[in-house]
């Protein structure tokens, strides 16, 4: 009986003081590391001051590769949703998809207008 008290009790605690991957993301991002053809690499001169912010309403600004880019962002389930407006956004991206997020990292892979699969590795600002 105490062991159940006690497992009960810990999924709790664990549920309650985890953040939700929302929470989590809701930050300004400043890019660390760029990953292309399965090598990592320090982010090059164009890309040494890019940075994405995501706002709690749904929205994000920042700069990929030295241009402006911004859309609408959106958690479903496990899977984070994240599509550009390629009117609004001067940076050329086909599409993008979240490859993972916690409080620490946060990594996002893209294709760009020359058809270049890239991730990007993020950390928080703060």
Partial sequence: MKYIILVFFLLISTLTFSQSKKDILT???????????????????????????????????????SKHVEGTWSVHGTNIIVSVNKKLSKTKINWTKVKSVDKSNFSLEYQNGDLITTTLLFIPEN
């Fill in 27 to 65: 930050q300004k991002w400043i890019l660390n590391k760029v990953e292309e053809f399965g090598q990592k690499y320090s982010p090059m001169e164009t890309q040494k001051n890019d940075w994405v912010q995501f706002y709690s309403n749904g929205a994000f600004k920042g700069i990929i590769e």
